[in-house]
């Protein structure tokens, strides 16, 4: 089983990353860019076989380590 959790920041978190993406866009000509935030992908494979108790191992794992949950959200996808 693999879990994919996308990682990134809360609204209303600065991303000065994704800013600077999105000025570096600009430089380049794609001026129609109105926002970029950049955030980050965990691929996981499991020897999981319930999607649901793997759901929440995955959940466990970003709450603890993979996501900083202050200024952080997550997504989890679990696929088959």
């Known amino acids: 089983m693999k879990a ?4 990134f920041l809360k609204n209303g978190v ?6 600077a993406v999105q000025h570096a866009l600009s430089g ?7 926002d970029v935030r950049v955030g980050k992908q965990i691929i ?3 020897n999981e076989s319930d999607a649901a ?7 466990h794992m970003c709450e603890e380590l993979l996501a900083n949950t202050v200024i952080e959200d997550y997504e989890i996808e679990i696929q088959a």
């Open 28 to 34: 380049h000509g794609f001026d129609t860019v109105k």
């Open 14 to 19: 600065l991303d000065s990353q994704g800013k």
């Open 53 to 59: 108790l793997a759901k929440e191992k995955v959940a």
């Open 4 to 7: 994919i959790v996308n990682v």
């Open 44 to 46: 996981i494979e499991m």
